[in-house]
């Protein structure tokens, strides 16, 4: 089966660095994706991972670790506007096409 | 570019109706998805379609059935819909198998009461 998990919620403050985790386990992996939810809106693209290692992108950096089936969004200088739900995603490729199987999310909460 | 349309936005529905669901994307995407959302329960896929004509079960597709007539259109049908199927639903597509970025639809929130 497939199994993704990630923290239910997480508090930081404006102005610093949050790392939100998530493990999976998961046949025909092909990669890692991280999507933002504001609430009562769909989710954005924020990363994507294939390859082990960091990738950055701005004040949001997405690391990825296929032997251990681990990830973590880094959040840097934080905003008030990044309060929002954090969607992990395993890129899952079957025999003729490919999905997506998300974990519950991670509601992060930015406060002054 | 509209991108990912659903309609209806919003839709009230007595137990035992039965209601369609529309998504039409206009970037050309072969892969079209459909997913609900509860809350604390994430995104679950409910059917998928890998080409016109195509269909396929995703993790929950009891009381769902879809059709994907046309390249551009896939529909979700409620044949008797009930309470446990309030929720909120989204569509999705993407064009690359490998990279598998999903566009989004804005949601559609349905209520069975």
């Known amino acids: 089966g497939q199994n993704i998990d990630q923290p239910t919620e997480m508090t930081a403050t404006e102005g610093a660095i949050v790392q939100i985790n998530c493990t999976y386990q998961?046949?025909?992996?092909?990669?890692l994706f991280w999507y933002q939810q504001h609430a009562g809106e769909a989710p954005t693209f924020l990363s994507y991972n294939v390859l082990d290692g960091l990738e950055e992108k701005g004040r949001f950096s997405s690391f990825l670790s296929r032997s251990k089936g681990y990830s973590y969004l880094l959040l840097k200088e934080l905003q008030m506007k990044d309060s929002a739900s954090y969607l992990c995603a395993a890129h899952i490729l079957t025999g003729g096409g490919n999905k997506l199987t998300f974990g519950t999310g991670t509601q992060l909460k930015v406060e002054l | 570019n509209a991108g990912v349309t659903q309609t209806p936005k919003f839709r009230v529905l007595k137990t035992g109706q039965s209601m369609t669901l529309l998504c039409a994307q206009d970037?050309?995407?072969?892969?079209m998805y459909w997913y609900r959302q509860d809350p604390g329960m994430g995104l679950r896929l409910i059917h998928y379609s890998v080409g016109e004509g195509t269909t396929a079960k995703g993790e929950v597709p009891d009381g769902y059935n879809v059709s994907r007539l046309k390249k551009q259109n896939f529909l979700l049908g409620l044949e008797s819909a009930a309470p446990s199927q309030t929720s909120v639903y989204f569509c999705?597509?993407?064009?690359?198998?490998?990279?598998?970025?999903?566009?989004f639809g804005e949601g559609s929130r349905l209520t069975v009461l």
């Open positions: 999705a597509s993407t064009q690359d198998r490998r990279t598998g970025e999903l566009f």
């Open positions: 970037m050309n995407h072969e892969y």
């Open positions: 998961t046949s025909g992996f092909n990669g």
